[in-house]
């Protein structure tokens, strides 16, 4: 068939920021993905406390120390995350590396609290229901935090090399800043079901 | 400038011929080994799905067929009650994550881009990555089948039958597992189908302009991101308490089995539509090319797909109806369940008003919308008795609801999936199949399909449950039940003709014409095989039926670089051009990600530690795959 042009892209730039890139929909698709994971969790929470004589099951309500220390830690790093989210709009190369071994850092300080928030929960997951649905919730929310890490960390990694001069890199910044919040914002809900919910 | 050196050439200062063979040397897959692990073309991968599909599709076959052959009369020893479970359980896991699902992604993957005019799919490498975890979880399945270890639990591995108490030994692991393997290639296959759908489209396809069968992929793509995780995370609290001795499902220690049928059916419903939709698409596809006219009511088409994936997920409870929920619980799955039967009469009634008002040509696609039709109402009919609460209570289990099932899947799925081979064949070969071979497989398929299933309607009505391995003479299920198994057999050999002309064809069938059904989508633009880079200049669409409004010149647009892999990224509503974003290059390390994972989560059944040690290589090969590697597909 014949064919007749219509239209010059070769003004266009060569690779798209925010919602112009497709790693961005990605990104969001897959938190559309893991949130639906983290709902169906906490909906197995409230199953199993829905049919629960007593709730906690044979336990002492979780500790509120590690848990409590994890959760301002986490929004604290809201904080430098956003600001590296800003450095990177602003293609401040320089503020971005460091801001991004603060977040590796941010990465690191919460899975150590982590562990004895395991400890602090009163319960082992072969205990019973409750326990187990307990450890369900904070593991799978730790497996996020780790994954996230050793993004974070490769990224950071990358940034140190000549690739770091790119627009792309700048996008996949972004892309790791927005991913941080998500991470950061659904363990809230998670919080409140293993520390308040025992406790009403 | 590139890192390379070289300087940036755009497909503008370029004559055909030039512009097609800079094309080619940019987006070829190599040959040899290393280019079949390696390629990222999505019509190199979603031929291998397709072809994979239907192998899993004649090894369930079979397994039907052994099926049919044990309850021919009663009490036949041709299967072990313990071979029997297996077989029955490896049939619905293996049509429905095996086929099913992984068949309709892969005919997207295979013609989305081509639909909606670019180069690729979004995210190829993950697209490459899914196929070699599918083909792993069913190779897993299969193998597990042949060493008499294959899940024996049903394909939905209710608990406590599935649980450590009764289920011993690896069996539910392996389902259970296979689950992982499948979902997460499904997910990661959505998630291309949004993308791709949402920010590749050509340039002036506006969502008013998305072929149908394109809107109804995206629908299942939001479907399956939205159910499968709720799979995920059952099977593998499933196998946390079978390995770790977690009491999720364990009534006494707090933990419910009504759990399990909730999680499951949460997904098991959408599920069913997740098969169903993509059909839907592709014959909406097919009654507008062989009416002639573009579908009747294409906005209410849209809205019918959107609202059954929106009611989807509001009638799973009406799988478990008999498990004594409150009453109150069980009217409203019944209203809601019944309900859906409202978008998917609009679509019916669009089809018969499309029908109605064509020129029709009676080719082998249409005799298969046909079947479909006929099938599939029947079928949404069992379906409306079904969701009645007393009439479910009588036939729950019976071979009633396999009737029906199989109505709605076999006639409301397969039945559109073959008439959409037959339409796309040329399109991924150059040739045409036979049309007098095509009119006996429609024939024979339709035929033995109707006298298979529908006496067990009857044998339902009967008594006659399901799963079980045999019957007493003295039921007097026996005449039904012959039948049901002679008929088997013209499905089986509508199948085979099927499969004898698929593979004739591919070689010897005659050369299709550049749009040999006249056609309006965008596929069909470009030569049949398209090349690798699918279209020499992106499209630019002025209408929803491109071909049909444009005969004489398609208006193209120019300005992209053939030094490296790019494409272009529209606006999602109105598809405005935003950037010509680049498409990564072939790569092995999707390949070597899926064999790691493949490591971690088959030793995983065996020691929960795998998922600390497996992640070890599993993070490498990711590593290995994000890593830049300064080629100008890098460039930002």
């Not at chain 1, 409230?46 to 120390?65: D, E, F, K």
């Not at chain 2, 008003?353 to 005799?367: K, N, Q, Y």
């Not at chain 2, 007098?436 to 006298?451: I, K, P, S, T, Y």
Request: overall charge neutral.
């Amino acid at each position: 068939m014949k064919e007749h042009v219509q239209l010059d892209l070769s003004a266009l730039p060569l690779h798209g920021r925010g919602d112009a890139s497709p790693t961005w929909w990605g990104t969001a698709a897959f938190m559309l993905i893991e949130g639906s994971a983290f709902a169906v969790g906490i909906a197995m929470y409230v199953y199993l406390l829905s049919i629960a004589p007593s709730w906690p099951l044979a336990a002492a309500p979780p500790g509120l120390g590690p848990g409590t220390i994890v959760t301002l830690i986490l929004l604290a790093s809201l904080v430098p995350n956003w600001l590296v989210g800003r450095w990177a709009r602003q293609e401040a190369l320089r503020k971005v590396q460091v801001g991004t071994l603060v977040m590796c850092l941010f990465g690191i300080a919460p899975l150590v609290v982590r562990a004895y928030e395991f400890k602090a929960l009163n319960v082992w997951w072969d205990a019973n229901a409750y326990g187990s649905v307990l450890w369900l919730l904070l593991g799978l929310h730790s497996t996020h935090l780790v994954t996230d890490l050793a993004d974070t960390i490769v990224l950071a990694a990358v940034l140190f090399t000549r690739h770091a001069h790119n627009q792309r890199r700048l996008g996949d910044v972004e892309d790791n800043v927005m991913y941080w919040n998500f991470v950061v914002l659904t363990w809230l809900p998670i919080y409140g079901c293993i520390y308040w919910i025992p406790r009403l | 400038m590139s890192d390379s050196g070289n300087p940036p050439v755009s497909d503008a200062q370029l004559e055909r011929p030039e512009l097609e063979s800079r094309l080619a040397a940019t987006w070829r897959t190599p040959g040899g080994l290393w280019g079949v692990l390696s390629t990222v073309d999505h019509k190199i991968i979603g031929r291998r799905y397709i072809v994979t599909a239907f192998v899993f599709l004649a090894l369930g076959g079979v397994l039907a067929l052994l099926m049919r052959l044990q309850l021919s009369s009663s009490e036949r020893r041709v299967l072990s009650t313990d071979w029997y479970n297996q077989v029955f359980t490896m049939h619905g896991a293996n049509m429905m994550f095996l086929f099913a699902v992984p068949v309709m992604e892969a005919m997207a993957i295979y013609l989305l881009p081509l639909m909606v005019g670019t180069r690729n799919i979004a995210f190829p490498r993950l697209n490459a990555f899914s196929y070699w975890l599918y083909l792993a979880g069913g190779v897993m399945l299969w193998t597990a089948f042949a060493l008499n270890m294959a899940p024996d639990v049903g394909w939905f591995a209710y608990v406590p039958l599935s649980g450590p108490q009764f289920g011993a030994g690896k069996r539910a692991d392996i389902w259970a597992q296979m689950i992982t393997f499948t979902e997460v290639s499904a997910l990661a296959v959505a998630i291309e189908i949004v993308v791709t759908v949402l920010k590749q489209r050509a340039p002036g396809m506006t969502l008013q302009r998305i072929p149908l069968f394109v809107w109804s992929m995206l629908v299942t793509a939001f479907l399956v991101i939205l159910a499968m995780p709720t799979i995920m995370i059952a099977s593998t609290s499933l196998i946390l308490d079978r390995l770790v001795g977690t009491h999720f499902f364990n009534p006494s220690e707090g933990g419910d089995v009504l759990l399990w049928q909730h999680l499951f059916w949460f997904f098991g419903h959408p599920e069913v539509y997740i098969i169903f939709l993509p059909a839907v698409g592709m014959v909406s596809t097919l009654v507008a090319t062989f009416a002639g006219r573009p579908v009747f009511g294409y906005l209410a088409m849209v809205l019918a797909l959107i609202s059954t994936g929106v009611l989807a997920f509001g009638l799973w409870v009406h799988h478990m109806f008999v498990v004594g929920l409150p009453r109150v619980g069980e009217s409203f799955f019944t209203i809601s369940s019944m309900s859906i039967a409202i978008p998917a009469g609009v679509q019916v009634f669009c089809w018969l008003a499309t029908l109605w008002d064509g020129r029709l040509s009676f080719r082998v696609p249409l005799l298969f919308v046909i079947a479909f039709l006929i099938t599939f109402v029947m079928g949404g009919l069992t379906g409306v008795m079904v969701a009645s609460v007393p009439l479910d209570t009588q036939v729950h289990d019976t071979y009633f609801v396999v009737a029906h099932f199989h109505y709605v899947l076999i006639g409301g799925a397969v039945f559109p999936l073959v008439g959409a081979i037959y339409y796309w064949f040329p399109k991924m070969s150059g040739r045409l199949m036979s049309e007098r071979l095509g009119r006996w497989v429609v024939g024979l398929l339709f035929a033995g399909f109707n006298l298979t299933f529908f006496p067990m309607h009857i044998l339902g009505l009967m008594g006659m449950p399901r799963r079980i391995y045999t019957y007493s003479p003295e039921m007097h299920w026996d005449t039904l039940n012959l039948f049901s198994s002679v008929s088997a057999t013209i499905v089986a050999a509508g199948f085979l003709l099927f499969f004898v002309d698929v593979i004739r064809s591919w070689r010897h069938g005659p050369l299709a014409p550049e749009n040999p059904w006249g056609a309006a989508t965008l596929e069909w633009a470009t030569t049949s095989p398209p090349p690798s880079y699918n279209f020499p200049r992106v499209p630019v669409v002025g209408s929803a039926q491109p071909l049909w409004d444009e005969r004489d010149s398609v208006a193209v647009a120019c300005g992209l670089r053939v030094d490296r892999r790019e494409l272009l990224i529209t606006s999602v509503v109105s598809a405005q051009p935003q950037a010509r974003d680049s498409s990564p290059r072939n790569s092995i390390w999707p390949f070597f990600a899926a064999l790691a994972s493949t490591l971690m989560l088959i030793s995983s059944i065996f020691t929960p530690w795998a998922m600390v040690w497996g992640s070890v290589p599993v993070l490498i090969t990711l590593v290995g795959w994000f890593w830049p590697k300064g080629t100008p597909e890098d460039e930002g």
